[in-house]
């Protein structure tokens, strides 16, 4: 199992949290995201090694914004 610690910008509620869970979940590959809404972490546990862009294009495409890995 592989994981990414992200540091992703503007989450502020549990609705934030599912929606970041939903775009990393369509990823092929994840298999579990934990998200810490206090620390604005997010990790990703990955069945196989999936390119930081394409987790990071993914979360994106909501409107928050990653400011990298942690």
Known sequence: MVER???VEGM????CV???KKALYAVEGVSHVEVSLEEGKVQVHMERDVPFPLLKSAVEEWGYRVLGEV
């Open 5 to 7: 610690c992200l540091k």
């Open 12 to 15: 502020s509620c549990q609705h």
């Open 18 to 20: 599912d929606t970041v």
